[in-house]
């Protein structure tokens, strides 16, 4: 089978296309005919070596595809040849064919297609995860997603909108913030020249959000995270503008606030059950049309580090899809 393969750590460029061994499954695993594959931020930090897990030399990123079963491993009854599905895998799902573990791979909604699957498994499990079981997000309280844009940040707002709560999106550009409001968004904040603590207070009559989703860190997570209400809860989702911060810890104590990490790819490795009930309920909504992911751009395997380049420029709103 093709693969897009990381022989080395580096930058997109260095990724190679090459012929490889189909892969065999396992115990509780299945072996997935990849159709569509999403890009999501890991992706860029796993080729790097500057991701939470560091899978054994050469591999291929990509941590959700959809496609086709083609083997089911020893143990697995709910799954057959043929069967449509999407999945998290972690990595290894820019590639033609892709080995995932059996509980993490679910049936594709009717009326959703390949592509549209492909870009839903990481952003909208991270953040259902995150807003759901972490956050206890409630009807009525207020959210502030950082990086809003992007590909888990469309999915948070249009998840707390389903769930009841006003969402506060932030981000670097007007025309990002636009895109935001046309999802869902009750108000923005430009980052790059409105001051995100005063803004956020503002907009809340001096209150503060009680929750704050952050998959950006950096030089943003402080002032963000001075906009909280008391009792409010902090979402360390990931690192996307590069530094991982270092909180002055009497903010949550002044706040009486929550500091709460969230890795889906720990979660769907430890808790599968929950994980399953959680895109039980995703695929409920997105056959009410309550969830309506959102594709940037699609893109051959053969250009990969182009894909790559784009989502670290920040070029892009909504999602990225790899098609082999």
């Known amino acids: 089978m093709k693969a897009v393969l990381c022989k080395s750590y580096g930058k997109p460029e260095t990724l190679v296309i090459e012929e490889t061994d189909s892969p065999t499954p396992g115990k509780g695993e299945v072996i997935i005919t990849v159709k569509a594959c999403g890009l999501n931020f890991p992706d860029t930090l796993i080729i790097e070596g500057k991701y939470q897990f560091k899978p054994e030399m050469p591999f291929s990123p990509g941590g959700e595809v959809a496609g086709i079963v083609k083997e089911v491993g020893e143990g697995v009854s709910h799954l057959k040849p043929g069967d449509k599905v999407m999945s998290g895998t972690g990595w290894g799902g820019f590639a033609e064919e892709v080995k995932a573990m059996a509980s993490n791979v679910f049936p594709i909604p009717p009326k959703m297609d390949f592509v549209t699957a492909a870009s839903s498994m990481m ?158 309920t995703i695929a409920r909504w997105f056959a009410e049309g309550k969830l309506i992911p959102q594709i940037h751009a699609q893109y051959p395997l053969e250009k990969v580090a182009e894909a790559m380049n784009a989502l670290t420029n920040k070029e892009v709103m909504g999602k990225v899809v790899l098609v082999p």
């Not at 940040?153 to 506060?168: E, F, L, P, R, S």
């Not at 990931?238 to 104590?253: C, M, S, T, V």
């Not at 500091?259 to 039980?280: L, S, T």
Request: charged share 20%.
């Open 123 to 280: 952003t909208y499990g991270t953040s259902y995860h995150a807003l759901v079981n972490r956050a206890e997000l409630k009807s009525g309280e207020t959210l502030l997603v950082l990086g809003a844009a992007g590909g888990v940040g469309t999915a948070a707002i249009q998840i707390a909108k389903n769930i009841g709560a006003t969402v506060i999106a932030a981000a670097s550009s007007d025309e990002k913030l636009e895109y935001c409001k046309s999802i869902g968004a009750d108000f923005t904040i430009n980052y790059s020249k409105e001051d995100l603590k005063e803004r956020g207070k503002e907009l809340t009559n001096g209150k503060g959000v009680d929750v704050i989703y952050d998959p950006v860190g950096d030089k943003y997570t402080e002032p963000a995270l001075r906009t909280i209400a008391w009792k409010g809860r902090y979402l360390v989702v990931g690192f996307a503008a590069g530094d991982i911060p270092k909180i002055p810890l009497n903010l949550p104590l002044l706040k009486g606030c929550q500091i709460v990490g969230v890795f889906w790819g720990g979660f769907f490795r430890n808790e599968p059950q929950k994980n399953a009930e959680n895109f039980m």
